[in-house]
Nanobody, 125 residues
């Protein structure tokens, strides 16, 4: 499985960006997708995730109400719409694929078997 993330860039505080992550390879199986981010000098942290059906979505408290994760199943692509961006959202954003997770461990990095290359989001104040 290969994951290709795109959509990062420079935006002013209060602005919006949409990240996309296209999956290729062994995509005939069902899988869940997540987004994580890593700011300079900090550990990678969970941002959002979505189940294969789209019926379950989870967000970190820091982005809840501002970010929305969604599927384009026909294109094996997951999107992360980021609104009301803040300087503290600045980070490299990574998409990742998990074959499964539960409501207890969806934010556990170890559940994610494949990772994209990362896309940089910079929010200026």
């Amino acid at each position: 499985v290969q994951l290709q993330a795109s959509g990062g860039g420079l935006v002013q505080a209060g602005g919006s960006l949409r990240l996309s992550c296209a999956a290729s390879g062994r995509t005939s199986s069902r899988y869940n997708m997540g987004w994580f981010r890593q700011a300079p000098g900090k550990e990678r942290e969970f941002v959002a995730c979505i189940s294969w059906s789209g019926g379950s979505t989870y967000y970190s408290d820091s982005v809840k109400g501002r970010f929305t994760i969604s599927w384009d199943n026909a294109k094996n692509t997951v999107h992360l719409q980021m609104n009301s961006l803040k300087p503290e959202d600045t980070a490299v954003y990574y998409c990742a694929l998990a074959w499964s997770w539960t409501h207890r461990d969806y934010d556990d990095v170890s559940n994610y078997a494949y990772w994209g290359q990362g896309t940089l989001v910079t929010v200026s104040s």
